[in-house]
């Protein structure tokens, strides 16, 4: 079992940034890829970027060039650093993980949930 913990959602201007810490705690060893999906009122869960335990990376298309993952080596912490935000970036924001051998953005792909973070972005 793993366990989940975000942190660090607030309120934010348009343009400004946040970043997002996700605290994994019980057999992180496990752990093959690590992700962070959101979700706003009235819309499905969408997938925002996804790490491998080797560092590979990818991301919505988005947040491309504005957001970046990253995790600690050993995958006990897994950030989110967001720039220039926008309105439509206001959501709850969600960190997962999954073992296995197969990373992205799929939510149905991730067993392990936080509870999540709540992001928002006023004009």
């Known amino acids: 079992q793993v366990q989940l913990v975000e942190s660090g959602g607030g309120s934010v201007q348009a343009g400004g940034s946040l970043r997002l810490s996700c605290a994994a705690s019980?057999?992180?060893?496990?752990?093959?890829?690590m992700a962070w999906f959101r979700q706003a009122p009235g819309k499905e869960r969408e997938g925002v970027a996804y790490?491998?335990?080797?560092?590979?990376?990818g991301y919505a298309d988005s947040v491309k060039g504005r957001f970046t993952i990253s995790q600690d080596n050993a995958k006990n912490t897994l950030w989110l650093q967001m720039n220039s935000l926008k309105p439509e970036d206001t959501a709850m924001y969600y960190c997962?993980?999954?073992?296995?051998?197969?990373?992205?953005?799929?939510?149905?792909?991730?067993?392990?949930w936080g509870q999540g973070t709540q992001v928002t972005v006023s004009s």
């Open positions: 997962a993980a999954a073992s296995g051998s197969v990373c992205s953005i799929q939510p149905q792909t991730f067993p392990y």
């Open positions: 790490i491998t335990e080797y560092g590979t990376t």
């Open positions: 019980g057999y992180t060893v496990a752990i093959y890829c």
